[in-house]
């Protein structure tokens, strides 16, 4: 019988039985010869190759290769706690490693001196860093932190991963509460390189303002998590 339905589903068809025939790790062809043996172009390939790996079901590593995935957990959290995404991965028995840190005091610029609610030029430090399982990056995190709330030589000794913890364990007797935006993007080409991935992979960008409990800002940051691997709901009551 003749299949009528859309290309692009015949194709996803055809491709999942080649992942099936593949155990974890497992590396695919080349783009060239896994549309050849597909019958379709590599633009039509490259849009389900996308699909695959928003469904975590493969992962890309640039001027690497495409490779079949294991049966990897889907970190999923609300957002009603205040959480980082170190306490999130300890909930899910799921070890990651920081990568690619930098700590670096610079003068705020516009945009950043606009979300801290600072003068332009005044004295940051910001945070920069990879989490990583295995060789897989799953988010990329940047941090902006007024300088004059946190010693520097003690932040560079003593940060692991997570400016809410750093700031927890400072600051015991404190509750912070954020005002947080989720947004759903695609990776520019500098985001791509950062996490190496291809650029257009889908991404959840989690925008967080932190604040004392006396309503003082005290970091700005972003949050770029592979969505493939994190699924974020919140609870709604009815009032």
Not at 72 to 83: A, C, K, P, Y
Not at 88 to 100: E, N, Q, S, T, V
Not at 129 to 155: C, G, Q
């Amino acid at each position: 019988m003749l299949d009528t339905r859309p290309l692009n589903l015949r194709v996803e068809d055809a491709l999942e039985e080649v992942v099936k025939s593949c155990k974890p790790g497992d590396k695919l062809p080349a783009e060239t010869e896994l549309a050849e043996q597909l019958g379709v172009s590599r633009a039509t390939l490259r849009e389900v190759l996308r699909t695959f790996v928003e469904r975590g079901m493969l992962v890309t590593r640039h001027g690497v290769g495409t490779f079949v995935t294991g049966n990897r957990t889907r970190i999923e959290s609300g957002l009603e706690v205040l959480e980082s995404v170190d306490a999130m991965a300890d909930r899910f028995g799921y070890p990651i490693a920081m990568r690619d840190l930098t700590i670096e005091r610079r003068p705020a610029n516009a945009e950043i001196s606009r979300q801290l609610d600072i003068t332009v030029g005044a004295p940051i430090i910001e945070v920069n860093r990879t989490r990583v399982k295995e060789d897989l990056i799953l988010a990329y995190i940047y941090d902006a932190i007024p300088a004059s709330l946190i010693n520097l030589e003690d932040f560079h000794n003593q940060f692991t991963g997570s400016v809410l913890d750093y700031l927890r364990d400072r600051l015991p007797s404190q509750d912070f509460w954020a005002q947080t935006t989720l947004h759903s993007i695609n990776a520019t080409a500098r985001l791509a390189k950062t996490m190496n991935v291809s650029r257009g992979t889908a991404l959840l960008l989690l925008e967080e303002k932190l604040y004392s409990f006396d309503n003082q800002l005290i970091n700005y940051s972003r949050n770029y998590y592979l969505s493939s691997h994190f699924l974020f709901h919140i609870i709604r009551r009815s009032t």
